[in-house]
């Protein structure tokens, strides 16, 4: 797979997009074939994009030489670095100082610059996050753009539902969505994802979950080996606590197949 997919770092304008004092760090996987291709941007959760040593860690690796191998351009956007941010996960939420929000404009940023290269289908972007960038592409998918089209599909990881499902009549996704959870997940749970994509789907809007049994936070990570309580995490289901981390192959390579399923429906 890594065969068909080359890396590129690029740089992505603010544009008065984003709240972002400098331009964002992002990397391109692409197909070698010939574009136009259609593209999805990732947004990484509350640790960030990178590993230990610098480097884009495995799952974002993984999905974005997964996609590129499907025929997409996969921009991984980092939020964090631009603005001197280590990590949130360890922070109260309470305390952070940027919220998911805020980081909405990071991925209209993102797509503008996408629809700005003439090897991408600019009718045909998606959107792809995780737990924290999950929250954001929630937050995203339901704000329009204040020019333009925006997204044509989004895909959301163990998103936080807890506000949202308070509000259901407000939330209104304007191009199809997929959310991907762990039915035991007590980082951000399920429940209240299950009760607003019911909401949702009850209305005929184009919202679509799916929950894996005894499953936790984190389960498509391909580094994770074993069942971890992170007691550095002050947030989640029991605060102060800890939350649980713990990898679900099966579950992963399920949710691949889903997501690749559902961006080939709404992105070709």
């Known amino acids: 797979m890594a065969n068909a997919v080359m890396l590129e770092p690029v740089s992505i304008p603010a544009g008065g997009l984003s ?5 964002l760090t992002a990397f391109l996987f692409q197909p070698v074939s010939p574009g136009p291709h259609p593209a999805v941007v990732m947004l990484h959760g509350c640790g960030g994009a990178y590993a230990k040593d610098g480097t884009l860690n495995a799952r974002h690796r993984m999905w974005g030489e997964a996609l590129a191998a499907q025929g997409y351009t996969a921009l991984m956007l980092d939020s964090l670095g631009s603005r001197g941010i280590k990590e949130l996960c360890t922070q109260k939420f309470s305390e952070r100082k940027l919220k998911e929000a805020d980081r909405r404009g990071d991925a209209y940023a993102a797509l503008a610059y996408l629809r700005s290269r003439s090897d991408i289908d600019a009718k045909r972007i998606g959107l792809l996050g995780w ?23 989004a895909v959301s990881f163990y998103p936080g539902c807890t506000s949202k499902a308070k509000k259901t009549e407000a939330f209104h996704p304007y191009a199809p969505l997929l959310l991907l959870i762990g039915e035991a997940d007590d980082w951000t749970p399920a429940a209240p994802c299950k009760s607003l994509a019911a909401a949702v789907a009850a209305r005929g809007e184009p919202m679509w979950i799916v929950t894996y ?21 002050p947030n989640g289901v029991n605060p102060g606590r800890g939350t649980t981390t713990a990898p679900n192959p099966e579950a992963r390579e399920d949710a691949k197949l889903r997501v690749i399923a559902f961006l080939a429906e709404h992105l070709k």
Do not use: E, Q
Not at 138 to 147: E, G, K, Q, S, V
Not at 215 to 233: A, E
């Open 131 to 153: 737990s924290h960038g999950g929250g954001v592409t929630l937050d995203t998918i339901t704000h329009l753009p204040m020019t333009g089209d925006g997204f044509a599909a």
């Open 213 to 233: 049994p005894d499953t936790y936070h984190d389960f498509d990570n391909p580094t994770l080996t074993r069942k971890r309580v992170r007691r550095d995490v």
């Open 19 to 23: 709240s972002s004092p400098a331009p």
